[in-house]
């Protein structure tokens, strides 16, 4: 069942009266293809179209209308699988799952209950502060999302929006591998991480694309298994968190309490914080699975999946060790930079040509830092990675000083241009020449003889002269030489 | 009153090629003998305008030399079919005045090779029945009758508005389907050809369906030589259904005339079952006999699963039902019984808009399918089935094809069945096995029995191998020289 037993770090226990408890946390992660059709017809998926607009025959269940499976979406799941290091099954098999609600036309949901496409994985999932776990891979199966009921346009009837129905949904099923909120948290950032490397999923939750269903359980550290509660669509990372925060905490009263949990699916109120029965195990569907007799079962060819597997990119956790071997950074830097495709591959941009290092600190540090300050996604950074690259190559070859290569970034940033040009125009160029540097010094040393002649008992006290020397200089003083010939004037 | 109705459909093509008539003239014949026609209840629509329309614009296609392999020939359309601008029932009332804006690939392809449609063929609520009985729009008639007898008996179904529309020449040719026999029993009750091609032969898009893995349309026409012709339009791979087979359409026509000799024709054992009147007996003596000699060897062959086929069948194909049929829910299209709440809408809307018949099957495949039940039921159901293609393969080791009679007795008294399922789904007994396997098969016109009514023999060939079938069911059919008509009651 599990892929380790492991028990909570101590820090993630609940302490209570009567002792400690420890969470147990499964996940299904349903992944939206991006695929711009959906899994079994041809109708367009794109996000914020006007309702029933996206909507085909198939999709509405029109009667004699037959799903034609989407190659593209199956080649998605397979490449998902193979970044997750997963058993990918040549043999899978779509099944119905019959039940009744008006946003199912069908009447049943096409999914892979018996023979998924993708078998058990393996995920190694950091936690940011250097430590990993790994996270077992139950499945990956393909199947249909269903469409939207909206119960607040009028008090008296519900409307169904079919746009989402048919859109193909990757189902990502964990094992219970996760003890605590954050290391749930790490889990999903870490796939959303791999499926956008893949550009397999966008990984967009706010757009619903990314949605979880959360499974919790508490024992006591190390103990018998407990009853286990689903909740259902979890549509943010935060609420994510929350959830299993507030049912671990709910389920540990009731069983403080004598009582006994009941396995039921919950929904969460984002309102209130709360989770609250959905459904109990005695209302739970008969689903009446069976193979769909209309869809043939998917056989892959050794030859199709050696190409895929040619063609996916290198994946977040190869990155790391390249960056790290490779480029000498640290574990912790590389895996920051390596959490987003996007970041990774700025980084390499401005890393090219560059001292390694210097690249990462540079963007670690100052641009990462003002992209979060400002809410900016990093694709729409003002400052593009070439200017970053100049600057950052400005700075290795004592062009600039690290100071002022903040202040080049912040012209870039509010008023564009190039860092090169900045420099030159605005004369920010470092002053490497000792003669003016030292006819600066002896000015200012004129004009204090109080404070030079309390250096040498109060050494510290250099500092301030260095910053007379950088203000008079407007920073364009080489911070080094100032120091150097500070030492040997006043020392 | 014109007689063009009486010919067959090679004839028509004959003579709309010699220009002995139009093909306004030969769709009106149709159009006035449907008129003609209200006792028999086999049209649930008929469309005049359009069959006349369509006729028109056939005629003028000739006259510029654009000739279809089907061209000006009137057909009826059995009411599964979907038909673009046309009500399409499905023999329900849950879909109400559903009327589709896509036209079903089989009929498509009849209307691409220049065929006329008269009009939408009645037939058992979602093709499940084998009497025609369980229409919402009430029974079809058979045309014939016994001898001296003034008793309305049953077409067979579910496809029974075809063979009674072909038999009384209300069209050409006829589509039909066919899941556990709804083509060729009906064929058998009404004198007719029916044809259940190879499972894939034929695309399912835009066809309502009833048991996904089983269903298969094909042709109900008076001759072998009709059948050919119908089937070779009907056929063809089709991208919209993942289970159409991706395989050249050969001349169908072509096979019907080709020698036997030296063909091996195999006779299960396991047919002879009890009960079987002597008639039906000595139908298969004789069909064996007329093939040998034609200079095929008679062999016997065992089919040794065939008993459990009808079980397995009634869990497979109500299964599949009860899911397919889910989506009529009253929420897109078709009837809505409004309730309280959402379920007892769903209640009410599939309760009153379902017939009986569909009800029982509903619970049937729902019941099969549910938690605890699944392996017992459906999947042994599955392994029984595979058993059975595996029987057919051995059996087609050792000859070409089989000979089979098409039903266990003649056509039924309207009424006499109805309330025992059970005795009705023994209907099935000799055809439902060519379902399971996804084999063709063909039932043919070969005698009347001592109270006048026709009887039919059944040819199972190997899949994809319907020219087999063809070959044959026309030597049966000449053999047989059975040109018996019913006689005009109505």
């Given at each position: 069942m599990f892929t380790a037993e492991r028990i909570a770090d101590k820090s993630d226990w609940i302490t209570t009266d009567t002792g400690d408890w420890e969470i147990i946390i499964g996940l299904e992660i349903h992944a939206q293809v991006a695929s711009k059709a959906k899994l079994f017809s041809g109708a367009a998926t794109g996000y914020g179209a006007e309702p029933n607009t996206q909507v085909s025959l198939v999709d509405a269940a029109m009667p004699g209308m037959l799903p034609v499976l989407n190659e593209y979406c199956v080649e998605q799941a397979v490449r998902t699988g193979m970044g997750m290091k997963a058993q990918i099954n040549a043999f899978s098999r779509f099944d119905r799952k019959n039940y009744f609600y008006p946003d199912l036309p069908q009447g049943y949901q096409i999914s892979q209950l018996y023979h998924p496409i993708v078998g058990e994985g393996e995920m190694l999932v950091e936690l940011g502060d250097g430590e990993s776990i790994t996270v077992g891979i139950e499945r990956l199966h393909l199947e249909q999302d269903a469409g939207k009921s909206i119960h607040d346009l009028d008090p008296n009837a519900t409307y169904v929006d079919l746009n989402r129905c048919g859109v193909a949904l990757m189902e990502i099923v964990s094992k219970p591998d996760m003890r605590s909120a954050r290391e749930a948290a790490a889990y999903v950032r870490k796939l959303r991480a791999l499926v956008r490397y893949l550009g397999t999923c966008d990984g967009d939750m706010e757009k619903g694309n990314l949605r979880a269903d959360v499974n919790v359980s508490v024992r006591r550290p190390g103990g018998d298994l407990g009853t286990r509660c689903e909740i259902k669509n979890l549509n943010s990372m935060r609420f994510i968190q929350q959830a299993i925060e507030y049912e671990a905490r709910r389920q540990i009263e009731i069983l403080e309490n004598g009582g006994e949990i009941d396995q039921e699916t919950r929904l969460y109120n984002t309102d209130t914080g709360e989770t609250r029965t959905m459904r109990s195990k005695e209302d739970a569907h008969d689903y009446r699975y069976f193979p769909d007799p209309d869809l043939l079962p998917v056989k892959l060819s050794e030859d199709w999946l050696a190409a895929i597997k040619a063609s996916l990119p290198e994946l977040p956790d190869d990155k790391k060790i390249r960056f790290v071997s490779e480029y000498g950074l640290s574990e912790y830097d590389a895996s920051v930079l390596v959490s987003d495709r996007e970041k990774a591959a700025y980084y390499e941009d401005v890393a090219d040509g560059n001292d390694k290092k210097l690249a990462a600190n540079w963007l670690l540090n100052e641009v990462f830092g003002k992209l979060n300050k400002e809410n900016v996604e990093i694709s729409d950074s003002p400052v593009s990675a070439a200017a970053n690259r100049a600057i950052v190559g400005m700075i290795s070859n004592g062009v600039i000083s690290g100071k002022i290569a903040k202040q080049v970034f912040e012209i870039c940033w509010t008023e564009g241009g190039d860092p090169e040009a900045i420099v030159e125009e605005r004369g920010l160029k470092q002053v490497t020449d000792t003669g003016a540097i030292e006819a600066m010094i002896d000015e200012i040393i004129a004009a204090n003889p109080d404070q030079a002649a309390k250096v040498k008992d109060k050494p510290k006290t250099l500092g301030w002269f260095v910053g007379q020397v950088m203000q008079a200089s407007k920073g364009k003083a080489n911070p080094q030489a100032v120091n150097e010939i500070l030492r040997k004037k006043l020392l | 009153m014109s007689t063009l109705n009486e010919l067959t459909l090679a004839g028509a093509l004959k003579g709309l090629a010699s220009k002995d008539f139009s093909a306004r003239e030969l769709t009106q014949a149709h159009l006035d003998a449907i008129a003609d026609a209200d006792q028999l209840n086999a049209y649930l629509l008929t469309t005049t305008e359009t069959a006349l329309a369509m006729a028109d614009a056939s005629d003028a296609r000739r006259a510029m030399g654009?000739?279809?392999?089907?061209?000006g020939i009137p057909l009826g359309i059995k009411d599964l079919f979907c038909t673009n601008g046309t009500r399409t029932t499905a023999g329900s009332k849950i879909l109400g005045d559903f009327t589709p804006h896509y036209e079903s690939t089989v009929s498509a392809n009849l209307w691409r090779d220049g065929a006329v449609m008269l009009g939408k063929l009645n037939m058992d609520e979602f093709a499940m029945g084998s009497s025609n009985e369980n229409s919402a729009f009430g029974p079809v008639v058979n045309p014939w009758r016994a001898n001296g007898e003034t008793q309305q008996l049953v077409p067979g179904g579910s496809s029974g508005g075809s063979a009674s529309a072909v038999a009384a020449q209300l069209c050409l040719g006829a589509t039909a389907t066919d899941t556990g026999g709804s083509i060729r029993q009906p064929a058998s009750f009404t004198g007719t050809v029916g044809v259940k091609p190879?499972?894939?032969?034929?695309?399912?898009?835009?066809i309502v369906a009833f048991a996904s893995s089983l269903d298969q349309a094909g042709p109900i026409t008076r001759t072998v030589e009709d059948a050919a012709i119908l089937l070779r339009s009907m056929s063809g791979h089709d991208p919209k259904d993942s289970t159409s087979l991706k395989a050249d359409v050969p001349d169908f026509a072509a096979a019907c005339t080709r020698s036997l000799k030296g063909m091996r024709i195999g006779v299960p054992k396991e047919y002879r079952v009890d009960g079987m009147p002597g008639e039906i007996e000595k139908l298969w003596a004789d069909g064996m006999d007329w093939l040998r000699a034609e200079g095929c060897e008679i062999v016997d062959v065992s089919l040794p699963h065939t008993k459990y086929a009808l079980p397995a069948y009634y869990i497979i194909a109500p299964a599949e039902a009860s899911s397919n049929l889910a989506r009529y829910d009253g929420m897109r299209y078709g009837v809505r019984v409004d309730g309280a709440d959402l379920t007892e809408t769903y209640e009410k809307t599939r309760g009153q808009g379902f017939g009986e018949e569909v009800r029982r099957r509903i619970m049937i495949g729902t019941y099969v399918l549910s938690a605890g039940f699944y392996d017992a039921y459906y999947i042994r159901a599955q392994k029984v089935r595979a058993r059975i293609a595996e029987d057919f393969k051995k059996a087609f080791e050792t000859c070409d094809a089989l000979l089979t009679p098409t039903a266990p007795s003649a056509a039924f008294k309207?009424?006499?069945?109805?309330?025992?399922p059970v005795q009705m789904y023994l209907n099935d007994i000799f055809t439902v096995t060519a379902n399971l396997a996804g084999l063709p098969g063909i039932s043919i016109p070969a005698t009347l029995d001592n109270a006048g009514l026709p009887l039919g023999l059944q040819v199972i060939g190997k899949a994809l191998d319907e020219e087999t079938c063809f070959a044959v069911g026309g030597a049966l059919e000449r053999a047989a020289g059975f040109n018996a008509k019913p006689n005009k009651w109505w």
């Amino acid at each position: 069942m599990f892929t380790a037993e492991r028990i909570a770090d101590k820090s993630d226990w609940i302490t209570t009266d009567t002792g400690d408890w420890e969470i147990i946390i499964g996940l299904e992660i349903h992944a939206q293809v991006a695929s711009k059709a959906k899994l079994f017809s041809g109708a367009a998926t794109g996000y914020g179209a006007e309702p029933n607009t996206q909507v085909s025959l198939v999709d509405a269940a029109m009667p004699g209308m037959l799903p034609v499976l989407n190659e593209y979406c199956v080649e998605q799941a397979v490449r998902t699988g193979m970044g997750m290091k997963a058993q990918i099954n040549a043999f899978s098999r779509f099944d119905r799952k019959n039940y009744f609600y008006p946003d199912l036309p069908q009447g049943y949901q096409i999914s892979q209950l018996y023979h998924p496409i993708v078998g058990e994985g393996e995920m190694l999932v950091e936690l940011g502060d250097g430590e990993s776990i790994t996270v077992g891979i139950e499945r990956l199966h393909l199947e249909q999302d269903a469409g939207k009921s909206i119960h607040d346009l009028d008090p008296n009837a519900t409307y169904v929006d079919l746009n989402r129905c048919g859109v193909a949904l990757m189902e990502i099923v964990s094992k219970p591998d996760m003890r605590s909120a954050r290391e749930a948290a790490a889990y999903v950032r870490k796939l959303r991480a791999l499926v956008r490397y893949l550009g397999t999923c966008d990984g967009d939750m706010e757009k619903g694309n990314l949605r979880a269903d959360v499974n919790v359980s508490v024992r006591r550290p190390g103990g018998d298994l407990g009853t286990r509660c689903e909740i259902k669509n979890l549509n943010s990372m935060r609420f994510i968190q929350q959830a299993i925060e507030y049912e671990a905490r709910r389920q540990i009263e009731i069983l403080e309490n004598g009582g006994e949990i009941d396995q039921e699916t919950r929904l969460y109120n984002t309102d209130t914080g709360e989770t609250r029965t959905m459904r109990s195990k005695e209302d739970a569907h008969d689903y009446r699975y069976f193979p769909d007799p209309d869809l043939l079962p998917v056989k892959l060819s050794e030859d199709w999946l050696a190409a895929i597997k040619a063609s996916l990119p290198e994946l977040p956790d190869d990155k790391k060790i390249r960056f790290v071997s490779e480029y000498g950074l640290s574990e912790y830097d590389a895996s920051v930079l390596v959490s987003d495709r996007e970041k990774a591959a700025y980084y390499e941009d401005v890393a090219d040509g560059n001292d390694k290092k210097l690249a990462a600190n540079w963007l670690l540090n100052e641009v990462f830092g003002k992209l979060n300050k400002e809410n900016v996604e990093i694709s729409d950074s003002p400052v593009s990675a070439a200017a970053n690259r100049a600057i950052v190559g400005m700075i290795s070859n004592g062009v600039i000083s690290g100071k002022i290569a903040k202040q080049v970034f912040e012209i870039c940033w509010t008023e564009g241009g190039d860092p090169e040009a900045i420099v030159e125009e605005r004369g920010l160029k470092q002053v490497t020449d000792t003669g003016a540097i030292e006819a600066m010094i002896d000015e200012i040393i004129a004009a204090n003889p109080d404070q030079a002649a309390k250096v040498k008992d109060k050494p510290k006290t250099l500092g301030w002269f260095v910053g007379q020397v950088m203000q008079a200089s407007k920073g364009k003083a080489n911070p080094q030489a100032v120091n150097e010939i500070l030492r040997k004037k006043l020392l | 009153m014109s007689t063009l109705n009486e010919l067959t459909l090679a004839g028509a093509l004959k003579g709309l090629a010699s220009k002995d008539f139009s093909a306004r003239e030969l769709t009106q014949a149709h159009l006035d003998a449907i008129a003609d026609a209200d006792q028999l209840n086999a049209y649930l629509l008929t469309t005049t305008e359009t069959a006349l329309a369509m006729a028109d614009a056939s005629d003028a296609r000739r006259a510029m030399g654009d000739v279809g392999a089907l061209e000006g020939i009137p057909l009826g359309i059995k009411d599964l079919f979907c038909t673009n601008g046309t009500r399409t029932t499905a023999g329900s009332k849950i879909l109400g005045d559903f009327t589709p804006h896509y036209e079903s690939t089989v009929s498509a392809n009849l209307w691409r090779d220049g065929a006329v449609m008269l009009g939408k063929l009645n037939m058992d609520e979602f093709a499940m029945g084998s009497s025609n009985e369980n229409s919402a729009f009430g029974p079809v008639v058979n045309p014939w009758r016994a001898n001296g007898e003034t008793q309305q008996l049953v077409p067979g179904g579910s496809s029974g508005g075809s063979a009674s529309a072909v038999a009384a020449q209300l069209c050409l040719g006829a589509t039909a389907t066919d899941t556990g026999g709804s083509i060729r029993q009906p064929a058998s009750f009404t004198g007719t050809v029916g044809v259940k091609p190879t499972y894939g032969r034929c695309s399912r898009w835009g066809i309502v369906a009833f048991a996904s893995s089983l269903d298969q349309a094909g042709p109900i026409t008076r001759t072998v030589e009709d059948a050919a012709i119908l089937l070779r339009s009907m056929s063809g791979h089709d991208p919209k259904d993942s289970t159409s087979l991706k395989a050249d359409v050969p001349d169908f026509a072509a096979a019907c005339t080709r020698s036997l000799k030296g063909m091996r024709i195999g006779v299960p054992k396991e047919y002879r079952v009890d009960g079987m009147p002597g008639e039906i007996e000595k139908l298969w003596a004789d069909g064996m006999d007329w093939l040998r000699a034609e200079g095929c060897e008679i062999v016997d062959v065992s089919l040794p699963h065939t008993k459990y086929a009808l079980p397995a069948y009634y869990i497979i194909a109500p299964a599949e039902a009860s899911s397919n049929l889910a989506r009529y829910d009253g929420m897109r299209y078709g009837v809505r019984v409004d309730g309280a709440d959402l379920t007892e809408t769903y209640e009410k809307t599939r309760g009153q808009g379902f017939g009986e018949e569909v009800r029982r099957r509903i619970m049937i495949g729902t019941y099969v399918l549910s938690a605890g039940f699944y392996d017992a039921y459906y999947i042994r159901a599955q392994k029984v089935r595979a058993r059975i293609a595996e029987d057919f393969k051995k059996a087609f080791e050792t000859c070409d094809a089989l000979l089979t009679p098409t039903a266990p007795s003649a056509a039924f008294k309207i009424g006499a069945r109805y309330n025992d399922p059970v005795q009705m789904y023994l209907n099935d007994i000799f055809t439902v096995t060519a379902n399971l396997a996804g084999l063709p098969g063909i039932s043919i016109p070969a005698t009347l029995d001592n109270a006048g009514l026709p009887l039919g023999l059944q040819v199972i060939g190997k899949a994809l191998d319907e020219e087999t079938c063809f070959a044959v069911g026309g030597a049966l059919e000449r053999a047989a020289g059975f040109n018996a008509k019913p006689n005009k009651w109505w």
